[in-house]
DNA sequence: GTCTATAGGGGGATAGAC
DNA sequence: GTCTATCCCCCTATAGAC
């Protein structure tokens, strides 16, 4: 016996689908403009529906904001683990999270930039979910300095204090880079690779 | 004979620190909220006014965040003059520059946190004029490391990089930054001080 | 799954009295 | 200089038909 689930499959699917290429319109009109001047009439415009369409897969306006914040968030920490041990050449993982880092942020710079503008529209509990993954990041990259310090690859007064400094660098490449630049996206994480080393103390490597 | 003038000076003043105190009141309001989300009878309501009296002070609520964030832009740029000579310490000059950044992004973080975050909620003309003092700013920090790199102060493969990498290391201090934390803001301004000498290749300096 | 219609509440800005 | 009243528009979200 064919059971409805079956048939209902395919139709989940499309279902799913089609959400999420409302979560891909709504990053771009959230992008452009910002969450409290698009309306989920916009948005259902730009999909070809009607607003109240909108609601049969999302909630409210603001889960539509928490999905795509949330996704690119938790995608980069799964994307991204900072695996090395003591074995390691602490200055060749740095250069990987560096790169990895400035690479990632710049293929996601639309659903990054409404997660760090558009921050305050979310609610508490999803805020707090949002920032537990930063955080996450955040520790993560300042155990690497503080276990690269011990080894002896790094030289810094204050190792947790240089890790959000590292952060605050690298972060700041998608408010300038523009494509059709001097330098590509591949020059300038390159070049941050050497000014990390270096702000790290760790110039004076024989190898990259 | 007493000019009509003269009595409304007296006037005049008070109408120019309501129309200040109604600028710092819509700037705690939209950096609270956002600039979309606080209403005109918002903003009246906490100045103790009706809307239609907002009006009187300002042609449009446009204009009230244009002018919020162009002061604390343009006051930032004529209050710090990056002055210098080829006889000048450029590393004293560097921290000097960091350490003025810290402090007044930090106590100026309100207008410029709204500033950044509402860039596009200005009209183009309004835009282009806040990006022209950042550009200023940004070509005088530039030039200052690509001088520093001349007079062998600074060793840096590409000094107009490096000098965007400077300004993404301390503009990204304003982020994480809470006045209860471990570090002071003085401390963290010095410590940021030695991560620049570093990352532009100044560590050896025998003065700081 | 998508629609129309609508509830219930704001929004920015202006006119014109006082 | 401040007010009330109002214009016309948009908002999020829901009810219920199809």
Redesign the interface.
Known sequence: MISPGLIIEGDDKSVAEKAQSILEISSSLFF??????VGIRAIAHAAGVRGASIYHYFSSKEEILFLIVKEVTSDFIDSSPLVYDEESDFRKVLRMLVSKHIFYFWEHRIALAIGY?EM??LTLEHKKIVQGYRLEYQHSVQRFVSDGVVAGAFQC??PN??G??L???????N??FRPNGR?SIEQ?AD??C??SQ????A?NANDK
Chains 1, 2 share one sequence.
């Open positions: 452009e403009n910002d969450y409290n001047s503008r305050h529209n007064k204050d204090l240089t959000v400094a952060l605050d660098l690298i972060n700041g490449v408010d300038w330098l300038i070049q941050y050497d000014l270096q702000m790290l103390g110039q």
